[in-house]
């Protein structure tokens, strides 16, 4: 086929796909808002339990922030990733050092705790707080906001 009936069809085809692909966007980002619905109450949870927020919250809500960062959509999977990231690394740091992270205070170890230990805990601890980290879970939060209506709270 060619000529102009081969432009229509091409045309016709465009309009089709772009209209299924903007479905499958608004579907994803339906089922991220459901997922964030269902998470807030962890959340709160989770910052109940860590007495007010900051990374105790973010190491208490791990499983929730995995599930909501498995569900966001493209624009802010990166961001999602980078958070679930770092939280993860340091929830992973503090279980290989057999500390709890309620009670842990990089200023007073606790007794036992090798060097290497120790290290890692705070190379993680570091990393949370790094610029780029602090900025993915800003963006996050700033999406999901914009996008479900909802606070995170992070």
Known sequence: MSGPRAGLVASSLAVVLAGALAGCSEDRVEAYCEVVAEEQSALVE???DAEGGGTGTLLAAYDSLERM???APGDVAADWDEVVLRVGALRDA???AG???AT???EEPPEGLGADEREAVTAAAVDLVEPTTL???QRVEQ???DVCGAPLGL
Do not use: C, G, K, S
Request: hydrophobic residues 50%.
């Open 99 to 101: 500390v709890d992270p």
């Open 46 to 48: 989770a910052a109940e």
């Open 69 to 71: 960062a498995d569900a």
């Open 94 to 96: 503090l279980a290989d």
């Open 143 to 145: 999406q999901v906001l």
């Open 104 to 106: 842990y205070d990089p």
């Open 135 to 137: 900025r993915a879970v």
